[in-house]
Structure formats: C-alpha cells, structure tokens
C-alpha cells in the first residue's frame, strides 16, 4: 500500500522534502501545502528585485504547482493554510485562503516546513501601511510597487542582519536615500567586531546612513524615531530587526518545543510524534561546536534535513553531524563569508580559543584585480582546533571559507590545514593560499614562537604612549602613520637596534603583518624578548579606526587612513 505524504510549507525544506519522496517512491501520494500563492521561491534572492538585479520578481518564483505535478507527480497546494493537525486521526484541517472553507486531508506521514516569521515590535505606527517586511514574493513585490508608485526617496531598514543588509544595499543601488538602523553595536553578527567595521565603512562609503547603538522607538509620518530621540527621514519602513520560528501548529497540536523555542527534533528531524517530521526555520538544531541546540535559519541546512526527513520514512540511515552555520554575502564592492564560531561566540560558549587576522592578496599581486583579503581564524587552546573563520574582500572569500567548513566538519586542527594541499593558479590565488598562511601564523602563536596584540588593543596602546615601530619605508609612512610610531624599515632595523629599548614592549606593524612579522622575529632571534607584532597592521587598524571615528567625532589615532 502507497503511503500518503503531506508537507506543510512549499519552499526550500517542504519542496526539497517532496522532490526526495518522489525520488524515494514513484507510488507516494504526496500532497505540499502553502497558505501563500507561491510554491519553490528563492526566498535568499528576493531583496535583489529591488535594485533590479531580479528585474521581473515573477523569476523569483522557481517552479509553478503545475510543474510540480508535471515533473514530479507531486500535488502542490496554494493558497492553502494548514491550520490544525488532528494528530488522534492523523488529519490536517486545511482552510482556503481564498473561500474560507475548511476541509481534512488524512496523512501517513507528516512533514512540518512552516519557516520563520518576521518579529514585528509592539510599537507606535509599526502596523502603518508604509511598514512592511520581507519573507516571500508577495512581500518583496508589494514594498517595490508602493515605493515606485509613489515616488517615494526616503526609506528605513531597520535590522542589520543578512536581509536587512542586502534590503539597504539594494535599495541603495536603486537610487534611494537609505539609513540602516540597529540596537547592536554592529550589523552582521556573524562577523567578529574588529572585521565588521570594513563593512561599516563600505556601507558609509557607499551613501547608507549608518545608525547603530540605537534602538527603533517609533515610527511617524514621513519619519522614524529612534531610541534616543534621533528623527529619521523614512516614508517607508522595513522591518528587519529578526524573525521567530513559526511553531503555532506545532504548539496547538501539542508538539514538544525545545528550550530555543523551536520545534524539538531527534537526529532524523522526527518531532515528538513517531508520524511527524519537521525542518528548516522552525526547527532547532544541535550545533557541532557548542554542543547545544539553536536554530539556523539558513536554506542549506533546511535541504539536508529535508532529504534526511524524507530517507527515514524509508528505512534509509542519516549520520546527523550537527551544524556549524556557513554563509556568504555580496555587499557593494566586497564579499563576505563565515564559518562556525567567531571569537565572540567561543567566548560566550566558555571554550578556550584564540584567533588571528592576516591580510594577504587574494591572488599573486602582479596579476589583474590583486586585492587584500581580510582573513580572521579562531581556534581552540590548546589543541589547535578549528572553530571557525570569517573573511572580507574583492575576491573568492567563499572558497576559502568553504575549505575552513570542511575542515571543521571533518575536526581538523591547525596541522591539519597548513598542510592542506590546494589547487593554485597565479589569477586565482597564491601559491601558499591564505588559509594555509593563517594555519601557520596561528600554528606560531599557539607554539609560543611569536606574540601579536590584536587590532581592537592599538588605539589603547597609542593613548598609553607604548613603543611603535612602524616597519614600512619612509614614504608609506609619510603618507600615514599612528601618531606615536617611529619608523624604523624593516630594510633598516639592523642598523637601528640602538634606536629599539629591550626594557619595554616593543609592537611593531607593517601594512598588513608581513614585514612587521619578520621583524618580530628576527628582533626575538637578537634577544628581544618582549616584542609583539600588531595583528592586522596599518590597514587593519585604519578599517577598524574609520567608522567610529567618524560617528563619535573622536580624537584619531593616525594622521591619515590608508585604506589601500
């Protein structure tokens, strides 16, 4: 006897669960329900149809009900909203959207896809009909119509996630005057505060008005109030601040929620009834690092657990190794990308970790398009573990971030990278690519054969007059240098030794760590003992300065940026 199979959610988990079922069985009844009037939509390229890079948001959809049933056999439902689950009579009560009318649908097995839902904060105006959000097509299709037709200019994100980033930027791109506004000190949490403020300038640099440290307090009309009393021109509003799991059927029909306040699963994504599974957004996972459940709202994972769900209601075994939480993004001119914990996430998590933040070319520097890669890796003390890596720049951050992934699902350590053998060409990379130079920087802390100060610790160092050398040539120095450094060149410290004190630190950077490192160790080779090479050298510390200085009016530390 053929087994019935409905999936409630018609996106990334629900359709990927119902694609597998069919290829698992030809005979399957399987039935997918959506209470929107899209199934299969590309829910990560929605904010790209404002700026036009999507120029017909009808492209967003990627497969039509009837195709679903063409191709696959597979019966998809829209307009239809599953609003109980009869789990007595193992039933779903459906309800029209369109008419109202309800009626029952029987089920062998269940698959829950019911994503997450945008967080609306209970404050004034936040119903109004210039505030909207960004979950589906509709959505997406309905800010562009009303900021077009009426020839709108002004328009607040609020939310400084992944789509409340890529709404600024693209809005940005299509000519509006854009101010993005998050209670957080940063925007993309992901990334460690030291490598956000690159995106910080880009985003100033690119015309965004950045206000962060405050919170939304209002909306009016033709503006936005902030928490601390800032008005903000806005005659739109984009709600961006987060989303929750949606879990109301699971919730009525009893379901066990788990302490994130999502939709507990086993390792085969079997919710706490032997007949219902669920997956994506709503669920929660374990992660592989902290050894905890959380929730990743990221459209990968939501397959893999989709074709996990759909192999266990055949017999067929699924290792579930836990997440680690990868992702990219485009934003202006950069690119960004992330894997598993950053510094401040091992830090939370109680794991003893330590990091370092190299600045390579991207590719040989002689070829076309050579541009600095702003590369940051945590890793475990005193194993040597990886726990994670973020990177920002012009080139291919994914690949590397890609590689870092794999290392971390497989639990390589820092040996394990920096003998990692890559694929090199001089117009794509370098010969010692960059994850292996970062393994063996940090394979050199770890050891003890050299010591750095982060680039978050400079500014500190400069107000208390510690002893800089800046190891570039004169005439790099001369355009640019902390204010206390002395130039010392890495061609001319030999030379100078009387001009370096042995009775004090001594820190010493470069442009990005390379000369600066070099120097470290060849002074720790004469007998300094206490020398520390500054991480992320001048254009570090001119990316990580810019931004705050330029907020807070204060006092800078350098006598021009160097951003080159």
Known sequence: MSKKILIVGGVAGGASAAARVRRLDEQ????????????????????????????????????????????????????????????????????????????????????????????????????????FTVRNVVDIQNLNTFIQHRGLKDIAVIGGGFIGVEVAENLK??????????????I??????????????????NGVHLILNDGLDK?????????????????????????????????????EIGSTGAIKVDHNYLTSDKDIYAVGDAIEVYHKLTHTPTRLALAGPAQKQARAAADHMYGIPNQNK?????????????NTASTGLNARMAENAGIRYDSVYIIPADKVGLMP???????????????????GAQAIGKGNVDKRIDVIAAMITMNGTLED???????????????????????????????????????????????????????????????GHLKNAVNIPLSEFRDRLDEIPKDQPVYIHCRSGQRSYNMVIALENLGYKNVYNISGSYLGISLHEYYNDLVTGREKIVTEYNFK
């Open 369 to 387: 398009n050579s541009s600095p890669m702003h590369f940051k890796l945590v890793y475990e003390v005193p194993t040597g573990k990886l726990l």
């Open 173 to 186: 791109k299509a000519g509006y005057n854009v101010s993005l506004v998050e209670f957080a000190n940063q």
């Open 417 to 479: 990278l920096k003998d990692l053998e890559l694929s090199y060409s001089p117009m794509m990379g370098t010969a010692k690519d960059v994850v292996n130079h970062a393994a063996l920087v940090a394979l050199n802390q770890l050891y003890g054969r050299y010591k750095e100060v982060k680039v978050s610790q400079v500014r500190e160092l400069v107000e208390n007059n510690a002893f800089i050398i800046d190891a570039r040539e004169q005439g790099e120095y001369n355009r």
């Open 322 to 334: 836990g997440v680690i939480g990868s992702s990219s993004m485009h934003l202006f001119s950069l």
């Open 28 to 131: 399957a009844e399987v039935i997918m329900f959506e209470k929107g009037p899209h199934v299969s939509f590309s829910n990560c390229a929605l904010p790209y149809h404002l700026s036009g890079v999507v120029e017909n948001s009808d492209d967003l959809v990627l497969m039509s009900p009837e195709t679903f049933k063409k191709r696959y056999n597979i019966e998809a439902r829209v307009s239809q909203e599953v609003v109980a689950i009869n789990r007595d009579a193992k039933t779903i009560t459906v309800k029209n959207v369109l008419t109202n009318e309800t009626y029952e649908e029987s089920y062998d097995k269940l698959v829950l896809s019911t994503g997450a839902a945008p967080i609306r904060p209970n404050i004034e105006g936040v119903h109004n009909e210039n505030v």
């Open 219 to 255: 909306i009016g009309e033709g503006y936005i109030q902030t928490q601390s009393g800032k008005e903000v021109k806005a005659e739109a509003v984009v709600m961006a601040i987060g989303v929750r799991p949606e879990i109301t059927l699971a919730q009525k029909a009893d379901l």
């Open 188 to 205: 993309m949490m992901p990334l460690d505060h030291d490598m956000v403020q690159i995106l910080h300038k880009e985003m100033v640099d």
